[in-house]
């Protein structure tokens, strides 16, 4: 089977089209002719079956062999659990379509290819022909959904199975985009850096959390995580921004059902004095403020979101409990 789908079709009079499949019944005629003996659908099936690693696809009585380029990026390809937020390059001509099918899908037995990082999605989508777009596929909820996320190690970029629409942002109704920022309180008091996180009660449950909220109009990042970290916690204390964390992209529901991306700056800073009394904002469900050694902050957050980047933040205060630098990134 390998050698007629693979590399001489013609030998048992095979014709492959231009992705190189061919009907079943033909390959049935062409073995037939090279083995003299009968050779049914249900044995080729088999043969695809018990191929180990796989050699062959079927789809919808069609079969062709694997590619090597296709082996070689099955072996790249290893399932993960991806960021809450990626991106598709696609162009206005597509939308259509997507939603018709209910579904971003790139065709038979091919997985969508997705980004991490939106600049990268918008060069690629600015490289097709059409009006370019990027879509916001809300990976988290997409992932409670079913849908399968791969890594490819070569380019790093993420594959899945087909997306169903309602896990992309910005195609359904009333979607907008919703800015905020926030801090990290560090204190170097003692031997090692603590941290404060505030304790939110939500109906989803009792979680840590990092203290953020909105921008106000035409608020600059750094001036309202200060303002929401002083508001949240219920200090008066001047806070210096140490580090910019960048930002972290999670898709939520606002009241009504309404989809949103947000958008969230984070910062270490430093208090001008101790931050030993707080009187959080409990009309806003914050319930308690407290500190963390790195150890316990980074298991006590468990937002999706938010874990990556607090295991970092932690690990650089603890490389550097020292640094006050601003201009250092990860």
């Given amino acids: 089977m390998a050698f007629l789908l693979r590399h001489r079709p013609e030998v048992g009079g095979l014709t492959l089209n231009s992705q190189g499949w061919a009907t079943v019944d033909d390959l049935c005629l062409a073995l037939e002719k090279l083995l003299k003996f009968p050779v ?123 997306v169903p629409v309602a896990d992309i942002l910005n195609l359904q109704e009333g979607f907008a985009e919703q800015i905020s920022a926030g801090g990290i309180p560090v204190s170097v008091e003692g031997e090692e850096p603590r941290v404060a996180l505030i304790r939110v009660s939500r109906k989803s449950g009792v979680t840590w959390e990092v203290a953020k909220g909105k921008l106000e109009h035409g608020e600059p990042p750094e001036v309202a995580a200060v ?17 910019s964390l960048g930002i972290v992209r999670y898709g939520f529901l606002a009241p009504g059902g309404l989809p949103r991306l947000k958008t969230v700056h984070l910062y270490l800073m430093e208090p001008d004095s101790p931050m030993h009394e707080f009187l959080p904002a409990s009309a806003e469900g914050i319930a308690a403020v407290r500190w963390f050694s790195l150890e316990d902050a980074a298991k006590a957050v468990t937002h999706s979101s938010l874990i990556p980047l607090m295991r970092k933040a932690c690990a650089v205060l603890a490389a550097e409990p020292g640094s006050t630098n601003p201009n250092e990134r990860f």
Avoid: C
């Fill in 40 to 162: 049914s659908s249900p044995m080729i099936e088999q043969v695809v079956i018990d191929s180990r690693p796989r050699r062959f696809e079927l789809h919808d009585s069609q079969i062709r062999a694997i590619r090597r380029e296709q082996e070689k990026r099955d072996q790249d390809q290893r399932r993960v659990q991806p960021p809450d937020i990626l991106y598709h390059a696609t162009t206005a001509d597509q939308i259509e379509k997507i939603q018709k099918d209910r579904s971003l899908s790139a065709g038979s037995d091919r997985h969508v290819f997705l980004s991490a990082d939106e600049s990268q999605a918008w060069r690629v989508a600015h490289r097709l022909h059409g009006t370019p777009v990027v879509l916001y596929v809300d990976a988290a909820r997409a992932r409670r959904h079913g849908v399968r996320f791969f890594r490819n190690r070569r380019n790093g970029l993420y594959l899945s199975s087909p």
């Fill in 227 to 243: 303002r929401e970290v002083q508001e949240e916690m219920g200090v008066s204390v001047d806070l210096k921004i140490t580090r």
